[in-house]
């Protein structure tokens, strides 16, 4: 997937500065265009969500995502990052 990525210029790898095992892995400006642009094309699925959610609901969804992300390795992002009900979600 990363040299995918990174044949279509949508990322940079760099050697790590602490570790020289492991690369740090950025978007690149071609990347970062891309992912605004997929994150205003979903917009208004999120919103459909949002109003399809009571606010119990969306924080149970939010709890067994995270669960999952755990179980499986995967860093969770804080809740506060992932609010479904009540509000639109935007873009950090």
Not at 12 to 31: E, W, Y
Not at 45 to 70: K, P, V
């Amino acid at each position: 997937m990363l040299v995918l990525l990174e044949k279509k210029g949508m990322i940079i790898r760099r050697q790590h500065p602490k570790d020289l095992r492991a690369k740090a892995v950025s978007l690149s400006a071609a990347g970062r265009k891309k992912a605004k642009q997929a994150w205003s094309v979903s917009q208004p699925i999120r919103n459909q969500m949002n109003r399809s959610l009571q606010r119990e609901q969306a924080s149970m969804l939010i709890e067994c995502l995270n669960t999952l992300a755990n179980s499986l390795g995967v860093a969770s992002q804080q809740t506060s990052n992932c609010e479904v009900a009540q509000r639109p979600i935007t873009q950090d």
